[in-house]
């Protein structure tokens, strides 16, 4: 069975970085039939595609938020990460995991993380 759990502060002040991770169980994040992938949903907006993580470290990202976004991975832990710079009240959203199977859209998902940016 493949879970997926997103973890990370709730709260995040203006101006600060904003990083979550997600630790990954049933499968291995090296598996090349996934790319894993960071989304978000904003309060009152549609889901937003951020950026993945995909075969041998591959990085690929939306190009809005290229400038501030990082995502890595640890194979020793399972777990790939979300790094945001520079966050402001726009960033506030629910953050989503997924194992995304290549052309076939999102497999699996995480349950979902409330990040919140406010002073």
């Known amino acids: 069975q493949v879970q997926l759990q997103e973890s990370g502060p709730g709260l995040v002040k203006p101006s600060q970085a904003l990083s979550l991770t997600c630790t990954v169980s049933?499968?291995?994040?090296?598996?090349?039939?996934?790319?894993w992938v960071w989304v978000r949903q904003p309060p009152g907006k549609a889901l937003e595609w951020m950026g993945g993580?995909?075969?041998?470290?591959?990085?690929s990202y939306t190009p809005s938020l290229k400038s501030r976004t990082s995502i890595s991975r640890d194979t020793s832990k399972n777990q790939f990460s979300l790094h945001l710079t520079s966050v402001t009240p726009e960033d506030t959203a629910v953050y989503y995991c997924?194992?995304?199977?290549?052309?076939?859209?999102?497999?699996?998902w995480g349950q979902g993380t409330q990040v919140t940016v406010s002073s």
């Open positions: 993580i995909g075969v041998g470290g591959s990085t």
């Open positions: 997924n194992a995304d199977s290549y052309g076939l859209g999102p497999k699996y």
């Open positions: 049933g499968v291995s994040i090296t598996d090349t039939t996934y790319a």
